[in-house]
């Protein structure tokens, strides 16, 4: 049966693989992009190499099939992505690597002028998390198994609230964070930042 485990280096590549086959607003984007990886090394990579101790997995038969990642402190990890991870992409990827109009450049553009969470978010809800299950194993509670675990560590140290990200035209992400107590916070046709408050330990 599928169940909720700590990350383990051996899972590096399989999510990699979850973060492309949910990349298109939750459906999947393989074939869609030139490099199918540039996806995993923008949304998966940073938080495997900085805090990996924030890092679940849905384990199915041995095989990672969908995570929970977590910054417990966005701002102090937007500087330490701009120092230590955004360089390494920026020399491997420069602006104008793939068609101006592709997925991939798109894609090179965030890594080139990484977006920055909003100062009076990150200030109230300093945490933040990424949150992606493959097809086979959604529909199985294990979404909201896998943040309680992540949002129960991170009030046991400390920390007053986490936001995430979703694309707007995702109904069904949107849904599914408010019934976990998440909150919007700001809104357009693009993107929604979503919120909750975590409990004074």
């Given at each position: 049966m599928p169940h909720i485990r700590q990350y383990e280096a051996h899972d590096h590549?399989?999510?990699?693989?979850v973060c492309l086959r949910t990349g298109a607003n939750g459906d999947d984007a393989t074939g869609l992009y030139q490099v199918p990886t540039i996806l995993g090394e923008v949304y998966v990579g940073p938080y495997l190499e900085f805090h990996p101790?924030?890092?679940?997995?849905?384990?199915?038969?041995?095989?990672?099939?969908?995570?929970?990642?977590?910054?417990?402190?966005?701002?102090?990890?937007?500087s330490r992505c701009e120092s230590e991870w955004w360089p390494q992409l920026r020399e491997?990827?420069?602006?104008?690597?793939?068609?101006?109009?592709?997925l991939d450049e798109e894609v090179v553009?965030?890594?080139h002028v990484p977006p920055r969470?909003?100062?009076r978010v990150a200030a109230a809800y300093?945490?933040?998390?990424?949150?992606?299950?493959a097809p086979e194993v959604q529909g199985l509670r294990l979404g909201g198994a896998l943040i309680s675990v992540l949002l129960d560590t991170l009030t046991a140290r400390?920390?007053?609230?986490?936001?995430?990200?979703?694309?707007?035209?995702?109904?069904?992400?949107l849904g599914f964070y408010?019934?976990?107590?998440?909150?919007?916070?700001?809104?357009?046709?693009?993107?929604?930042?979503?919120?909750?408050?975590?409990?004074?330990?």
């Open positions: 590549d399989s999510l990699y693989e101790d924030l890092s679940w997995v849905i384990d199915n038969d041995g095989t990672a099939s969908g995570y929970v990642l977590g910054a417990p402190d966005t701002k102090a990890f937007e491997r990827y420069p602006l104008g690597s793939f068609a101006p109009d592709s553009g965030d890594i969470a909003d100062q300093p945490a933040h998390l990424h949150i992606d299950l400390g920390v007053a609230g986490v936001h995430l990200g979703v694309a707007t035209a995702n109904t069904r992400a408010q019934h976990l107590g998440f909150a919007v916070l700001s809104h357009d046709e693009s993107g929604t930042t979503m919120g909750k408050l975590l409990p004074p330990t």
